[in-house]
């Protein structure tokens, strides 16, 4: 007896999509029931997972230190530990407080500015917004300035202090940033021991190829370092490149932004490093980071008062010209050579699994888009690739 067959391809297809549709739907049902538990399994693991990405993330720089400057693993680690350190420090010293100081002085001109335009469109006939719905948004936007003032108290003092080398500081600058999520003992417990496990990943990282190959049965171990091998180029290429390019797309930003503010439209510096940052955060997610800085700076051109609209459209042109200028650069160069092609995660998949991910906390956003990088060259290997051999010998039979 033959193995039965579906000629029609779109019927294939389609019996597919409803397969994988069903599966979906099981697995969100499964997902309800098991959510809870997940979430236990996840909090234990989440200084251990945080310190496995960290370890994939920084052994092959460890290994680059060690090629370069002759030197021994340990030192290796040490080394780049120290790098880290300072890295973090100037992170402190510099960039977070210039964060907060441009991020109050943005909410402020908001604050100022919102009003005055809820009041024009109130005026203007074609709108016609009632004026119970211009005081709810004016109550929220108060709302939200006393919740950010509090934040803001909290946050300045320590972080100030902190220039000074304060232990008191920052004590006051962690409490106030880890506010609701534990005391200032834990979270440095948990900074620790995750640089500790950490430090014993990348020392024993070239022990783990050998361990799998014992492991694996000698007719599958091709196979097996082929999934592998694609796996390492899936996720190592999103994880390294992906926040590699959205360092240089907030670097871009930061700077093409103040030197707008010297040709023409000043405020735009004031805020140069905050919409950075924003890029920067933004562009873990591919193609995000540009959109997530040109839009507040639009915003603050429009917005700022005491400008003629001569001066705020050239700005307005300008700022399109950057972030076109900046999309170009991160789709056509940074993209390719940087990420790679083998890492191509969608965009809406990147944020469908950050989505996901955080219904189980800190620990499923960590591994939220490896875990996605994983399943997709899985889904590749396992089951497109054969369907598409499939047709292709169904159709070359038919020829």
């Not at 074609?126 to 709810?136: G, M």
């Not at 014993?200 to 171990?221: G, N, T, V």
């Not at 940087?338 to 990147?350: D, N, R, S």
Request: proline share 4%; with cysteine.
């Amino acid at each position: 007896m033959s193995d039965f067959k579906i000629a029609d391809p779109l019927l294939r297809r389609l019996l597919y999509a409803v397969g994988i549709m069903g599966v979906i739907a099981f697995g969100f049902y499964t997902f309800s029931l098991l959510q809870n538990a997940v979430i236990l399994i996840l909090n234990v693991l989440t200084p251990f997972i945080a310190a496995l990405l960290l370890a994939y993330i920084l052994a092959p720089i460890v290994i680059t230190l060690q090629n370069h400057l002759k030197m021994g693993r340990i030192m290796g680690t040490l080394v780049l530990y120290m790098i880290i350190f300072i890295a973090v420090f100037l992170l402190f010293f510099f960039l977070i407080p210039n964060v907060i100081s441009e991020f109050i002085r943005l909410f402020n001109v908001l604050k100022t500015a919102f009003p005055p335009l809820l009041d024009k469109l109130a005026d203007n006939s074609y709108f016609k917004i009632d004026s119970q719905f211009i005081d709810i948004i004016q109550k929220h936007i108060d709302e939200i300035k006393f919740d950010y003032e509090q934040l803001a108290a909290a946050l300045l003092p320590g972080l100030k202090k902190m220039a000074s080398g304060g232990l008191e500081a920052v004590g006051i600058a962690t409490r106030g940033i880890f506010t609701g999520l534990g005391s200032v003992f834990s979270f440095f417990s948990f900074l620790i021991f995750v640089g500790i496990v950490n430090f014993y990943f990348i020392i024993d990282w070239e022990k783990i190829s050998p361990l799998i190959h014992k492991m694996i049965h000698p007719e599958k171990r091709e196979q097996v370092f082929d999934i592998l091998k694609k796996i390492d180029i899936a996720v190592g290429g999103f994880l390294r490149g992906q926040l590699t390019v959205s360092a240089i797309v907030g670097s871009c930003f930061a700077v093409g932004l103040f030197a707008m503010g010297f040709i023409g439209f000043p405020a735009l510096r004031n805020y140069c490093i905050l919409i950075g940052t924003a890029a920067a955060i933004g562009g873990f997610v591919p193609y995000l980071g540009p959109v997530m800085g040109v839009t507040p700076a639009i915003l603050i051109i429009i917005l700022t008062g005491g400008v003629t609209w001569t001066v705020k459209l050239i700005s307005l042109v300008s700022v399109l010209v950057l972030f076109s200028i900046i999309q170009a650069i991160e789709g056509f160069i940074l993209q390719p050579r940087i990420v790679g092609k083998g890492a191509g995660l969608h965009p809406l998949a990147v944020m469908f699994a950050l989505l996901f991910g955080s219904q189980f906390g800190i620990g499923g956003m960590i591994i939220a888009v490896p875990l996605a990088s994983i399943i997709r060259v899985l889904i590749l290997e396992f089951y497109w690739l054969p369907i598409e051999a499939r047709e292709a010998e169904l159709s070359s039979d038919s020829d």
